[in-house]
């Protein structure tokens, strides 16, 4: 009774932190959640015990009305029953019922209520089976009913965390693997499966004598079966949880038969540890360093080519601008037909050049080919290297079979997405604006040649994270910035979705202070458990994607030799006037200034957005010093799709006094809009509030949501074929229009 009233108050906590009581001890902030998982962890015996109080506590929200209890409950819920070493089925068909009520709930309750009932239903019928898949899929241990693999990928911007920062999550990071060999690893799953289905007539102990005293190729055996035995029996729809039962005694009888342990009492249930994620640490120093993680994670390690080399292909290997016709896609590759028939006199006589005598150098000069790309021969280059990366199921075979008369081919198995990539940013909104050029990027390099797409599930995770003690880049940005606008979309994350922001926004500052602190005993046993363990179960539940637009601007220069610049912003476009520099410039500028005002004159055509979502075009003209379009609202239930741009308005006012001007914010909602300096006065534009994202002397910008690369190059297609069609016709119809960044929390987007 006094551990079931323990753990009672500490859901309470829980719940009382998500109405906004935050405990008194501020250090406790954020730190609830891990600390009764953790005290579960230490006596697992008492997991039966909290299941059993958290389904009560979701019931009760559910009969009260308090919605924002039922996901951060449910998710503690889950996280125990995954970890727990035997849950009575009486329970769990409990927690299936409650999940199937959600079935009703506008999303996103229904939707994880839907996800979760299925996961239940298996592990219902195959006890252990949830616990075995996380593990096989993030150690990527071989097993061919369970072929998927797991990675978590930790991102930082080195010129935005401090030298500590890195370092620390660098040692945490390398610390969390240390203990996790594959031995260990089956070894857990073997265990974890028999206790499941035997429940306390399972000798763990002796159990755990028998594996060690095995060499690996008998332990990998008996893994094998156990995954084949647990796999088999949630798949099956007419499975019995009694017949899985009596196979796994079967398995765990010849086990224990394989060994001389002696007959030893019962120990009672036994916990059995969830290894830590595969996780590596990347700092972020290149632009296209994703792309190379993603590729060098789905090629197999046993290929010829050494990863030094790999990595030197990589930075050989180049996009080509292609398509002139799309605009977003101009990185896209398509077949064009040639009319050239490569004889000099079929040229037009508009392409004949008139006689003239030439040098030797000259006539070399012109029998050269020029406009070619001359490239390094790569293994990235042809599809067999790529393809050289898919061996596992579901990947075309590398010879084509013999076709035999009379014989209709087989059809080619389709691609499966068996590897999942989670990327996981620390940092601020600087490092998402980051994240959205590297993932426009991506996106383009599919269109041109499909390689990630098919094989790789691909999610992206935020932990915001803003050093006290910030390096040169940052107090430069932090000048223009204040502390909490950069971090306007964890900021909204949090709003949206309680669970976020109690877990995930409260290592904002959090994981400095432990990076810093002193080094001592306490210190160790705090970080190298907590950050790697919050991130480890922010991956694991945080399913719900938040999608957010990519906009791209198209950027044109006061000098115009000078090419227009393309780029992409997912947070913030910020214009300021730009200072003059010559003597004549500065001295007109004055005579301006004193006559109109501050500022430079504008030109502003936009889309007004309205209800009906009916294009609206208005322009204006005003007198501006500059301008600030946030696409990230202030309120989570405002439009997603939405630039919000404030532009400072001079007014000049006349009075009996003389002549006076005055600041007004002018306020617009849109999705398109140009912006022009009338005056041929330049300006600087910078994305994200990233000063290394600055562009000098501009004169002009154009801004849109950007649309996806393959939808453009579908569109191009469409187009060619049928000059006349404005709409979207036929597969360009279901193809998704918009580029949008999907960034996982725990619950998506609460309304």
Same mark, same amino acid.
């Given at each position: 009774?006094?551990?079931?009233?323990?753990?009672?108050?500490?859901?309470?906590?829980?719940?009382?932190?998500?109405?906004?009581?935050?405990?008194?001890?501020?250090?406790?902030?954020?730190?609830?959640?891990?600390?009764?998982?953790?005290?579960?962890?230490?006596?697992?015996?008492?997991?039966?015990?909290?299941?059993?109080?958290?389904?009560?506590?979701?019931?009760?929200?559910?009969?009260?009305?308090?919605?924002?209890?039922?996901?951060?409950?449910?998710?503690?819920?889950?996280?125990?029953?995954?970890?727990?070493?035997?849950?009575?089925?009486?329970?769990?068909?409990?927690?299936?019922?409650?999940?199937?009520?959600?079935?009703?709930?506008?999303?996103?309750?229904?939707?994880?209520?839907?996800?979760?009932?299925?996961?239940?239903?298996?592990?219902?019928?195959?006890?252990?089976?949830?616990?075995?898949?996380?593990? =096989?899929?993030?150690? /990527?241990?071989?097993?061919?009913?369970?072929?998927?693999?797991?990675? =978590?990928?930790?991102?930082?911007?080195?010129?935005?965390?401090?030298?500590?920062?890195?370092?620390?999550?660098?040692?945490?990071?390398?610390?969390?693997?240390?203990?996790?060999?594959?031995?260990?690893?089956?070894?857990?799953?073997? @265990?974890?499966?028999?206790?499941?289905?035997?429940?306390?007539?399972?000798?763990?102990?002796?159990?755990?004598?028998?594996?060690?005293?095995?060499?690996?190729?008998?332990?990998?055996?008996?893994?094998?079966?156990?995954?084949?035995?647990?796999?088999?029996?949630?798949?099956?729809?007419?499975?019995?949880?009694?017949?899985?039962?009596?196979?796994?005694?079967?398995?765990?009888?010849?086990?224990?038969?394989?060994?001389?342990?002696?007959?030893?009492?019962?120990?009672?249930?036994?916990?059995?540890?969830?290894?830590?994620?595969?996780?590596?640490?990347?700092?972020?120093?290149?632009?296209?360093?994703?792309?190379?993680?993603?590729?060098?994670?789905?090629?197999?390690?046993?290929?010829?080519?050494?990863? *030094?080399?790999?990595?030197?292909?990589?930075?050989?290997?180049?996009?080509?601008? =292609?398509?002139?016709?799309?605009?977003?896609?101009?990185?896209?590759?398509?077949?064009?037909?040639?009319?050239?028939?490569?004889?000099?006199?079929?040229?037009?006589?508009?392409?004949?050049?008139?006689?003239?005598?030439?040098?030797?150098?000259?006539?070399?000069?012109?029998?050269?080919?020029?406009?070619?790309?001359?490239?390094?021969?790569?293994?990235?280059?042809?599809?067999?290297?790529?393809?050289?990366?898919?061996?596992?199921?579901?990947?075309?075979?590398?010879?084509?079979?013999?076709?035999?008369?009379?014989?209709?081919?087989?059809?080619?198995?389709?691609?499966?997405?068996?590897?999942?990539?989670?990327?996981?940013?620390?940092?601020?909104?600087?490092?998402?604006?980051?994240?959205?050029?590297?993932?426009?990027?991506?996106?383009?390099?599919?269109?041109?040649?499909?390689?990630?797409?098919?094989?790789?599930?691909?999610?992206?995770?935020?932990?915001?994270?803003?050093?006290?003690?910030?390096?040169?880049?940052?107090?430069?940005?932090?000048?223009?910035?204040?502390?909490?606008?950069?971090?306007?979309?964890?900021?909204?994350?949090?709003?949206?979705?309680?669970?976020?922001?109690?877990?995930?926004?409260?290592?904002?500052?959090?994981?400095?202070?432990?990076?810093?602190?002193?080094?001592?005993?306490?210190?160790?046993?705090?970080?190298?458990?907590?950050?790697?363990?919050?991130?480890?179960?922010?991956?694991?539940?945080?399913?719900?994607?938040?999608?957010?637009?990519?906009?791209?601007?198209?950027?044109?220069?006061?000098?115009?030799?000078?090419?227009?610049?393309? *780029?992409?912003?997912?947070?913030?476009?910020?214009?300021?006037?730009?200072?003059?520099?010559?003597?004549?410039?500065?001295?007109?500028?004055?005579?301006?200034?004193?006559?109109?005002?501050?500022?430079?004159?504008?030109?502003?055509?936009?889309?007004?957005?309205?209800? /009906?979502?009916?294009?609206?075009?208005?322009?204006? /003209?005003?007198?501006?010093?500059?301008?600030?379009?946030?696409?990230?609202?202030?309120?989570?239930?405002?439009?997603?799709?939405?630039?919000?741009?404030? @532009?400072?308005?001079?007014?000049?006012?006349?009075?009996?006094?003389?002549?006076?001007?005055?600041?007004?914010?002018?306020?617009?909602?849109?999705?398109?809009?140009?912006?022009? /300096?009338?005056?041929?006065?330049?300006?600087?534009?910078?994305?994200?509030?990233?000063?290394?994202?600055?562009?000098?002397?501009?004169?002009?910008?154009?801004?849109?949501?950007?649309?996806?690369?393959?939808?453009?190059?579908?569109?191009?297609?469409?187009?060619?074929?049928?000059?006349?069609?404005?709409?979207?016709?036929?597969?360009?119809?279901?193809?998704?229009?918009?580029?949008?960044?999907?960034?996982?929390?725990?619950?998506? =987007?609460?309304?």
């Amino acid at each position: 009774a006094e551990v079931e009233s323990d753990i009672l108050r500490r859901v309470r906590t829980l719940l009382r932190e998500l109405d906004g009581h935050h405990p008194a001890c501020q250090c406790d902030r954020g730190m609830l959640r891990w600390t009764l998982h953790k005290k579960i962890d230490q006596n697992p015996s008492n997991s039966s015990i909290l299941v059993r109080i958290l389904v009560k506590e979701l019931e009760r929200a559910e009969r009260g009305d308090f919605r924002h209890y039922i996901i951060p409950l449910l998710h503690t819920l889950m996280y125990t029953l995954i970890k727990a070493p035997c849950i009575s089925d009486e329970l769990c068909s409990r927690v299936y019922d409650f999940c199937k009520k959600l079935l009703t709930l506008p999303k996103p309750f229904c939707t994880i209520g839907l996800d979760y009932a299925v996961r239940l239903k298996m592990e219902r019928t195959a006890p252990g089976m949830l616990y075995q898949r996380m593990v =096989i899929s993030e150690q /990527s241990l071989k097993s061919d009913p369970y072929p998927y693999q797991e990675k =978590i990928f930790i991102f930082a911007d080195p010129e935005l965390l401090s030298k500590a920062i890195c370092n620390a999550l660098v040692t945490d990071t390398e610390a969390a693997q240390v203990s996790q060999s594959p031995r260990a690893c089956m070894c857990y799953v073997i @265990i974890h499966a028999v206790q499941a289905a035997l429940g306390e007539g399972c000798d763990v102990s002796g159990l755990k004598r028998s594996l060690q005293d095995m060499p690996m190729s008998d332990v990998e055996h008996w893994f094998q079966q156990v995954v084949a035995a647990v796999e088999c029996a949630g798949n099956e729809a007419s499975a019995d949880r009694g017949q899985h039962a009596a196979r796994l005694e079967k398995i765990y009888c010849a086990v224990l038969s394989s060994s001389q342990a002696g007959d030893a009492p019962l120990g009672g249930m036994q916990g059995t540890p969830l290894p830590n994620p595969s996780i590596s640490f990347h700092l972020w120093t290149e632009d296209d360093q994703l792309w190379k993680e993603l590729v060098l994670f789905i090629r197999p390690l046993s290929q010829s080519c050494e990863p *030094d080399c790999l990595s030197q292909d990589l930075d050989n290997f180049e996009i080509q601008d =292609i398509i002139s016709d799309c605009e977003c896609c101009e990185q896209t590759r398509f077949s064009v037909l040639s009319t050239d028939s490569g004889i000099e006199r079929d040229l037009p006589a508009a392409a004949e050049e008139p006689f003239a005598p030439c040098s030797t150098e000259t006539e070399q000069s012109r029998l050269q080919r020029k406009g070619g790309i001359k490239k390094k021969p790569s293994p990235l280059e042809s599809m067999a290297f790529l393809q050289a990366g898919c061996n596992g199921p579901g990947a075309k075979p590398p010879t084509k079979p013999q076709r035999r008369p009379g014989i209709p081919p087989e059809p080619a198995a389709p691609l499966q997405r068996l590897h999942t990539a989670r990327i996981v940013l620390l940092g601020d909104d600087r490092i998402l604006g980051r994240l959205a050029q590297a993932y426009h990027s991506l996106r383009k390099r599919e269109t041109r040649r499909v390689f990630l797409t098919p094989r790789l599930n691909l999610q992206f995770y935020y932990i915001p994270v803003v050093t006290g003690q910030p390096n040169t880049l940052a107090v430069a940005d932090h000048a223009a910035t204040g502390h909490e606008e950069l971090c306007e979309v964890a900021g909204y994350l949090g709003r949206a979705d309680p669970w976020y922001e109690s877990n995930i926004n409260t290592l904002c500052h959090m994981i400095p202070k432990l990076a810093t602190m002193p080094s001592s005993p306490s210190k160790h046993l705090v970080t190298d458990l907590f950050i790697t363990d919050v991130i480890a179960y922010y991956v694991r539940m945080g399913i719900q994607p938040v999608c957010f637009q990519v906009y791209t601007v198209k950027i044109f220069f006061n000098d115009p030799a000078q090419e227009p610049a393309e *780029d992409v912003f997912l947070t913030e476009l910020r214009t300021q006037v730009q200072e003059s520099i010559s003597h004549r410039e500065l001295s007109m500028t004055k005579k301006k200034t004193t006559l109109d005002g501050p500022g430079i004159d504008l030109t502003v055509t936009y889309r007004k957005v309205v209800v /009906s979502d009916r294009a609206k075009e208005l322009a204006m /003209s005003l007198r501006s010093t500059g301008l600030v379009m946030k696409a990230i609202p202030v309120d989570e239930a405002e439009d997603l799709v939405c630039l919000n741009v404030n @532009i400072t308005e001079i007014v000049r006012i006349n009075n009996l006094s003389g002549r006076s001007f005055s600041a007004v914010a002018n306020r617009l909602k849109t999705r398109n809009i140009k912006i022009r /300096s009338t005056e041929q006065r330049p300006f600087t534009v910078c994305l994200d509030k990233d000063s290394r994202r600055a562009y000098r002397n501009v004169i002009s910008v154009e801004v849109s949501p950007c649309l996806e690369p393959s939808y453009c190059l579908q569109k191009t297609r469409t187009m060619k074929f049928s000059l006349h069609e404005t709409e979207d016709v036929g597969l360009v119809k279901y193809m998704p229009k918009s580029l949008l960044l999907p960034i996982n929390t725990f619950a998506g =987007i609460i309304q």
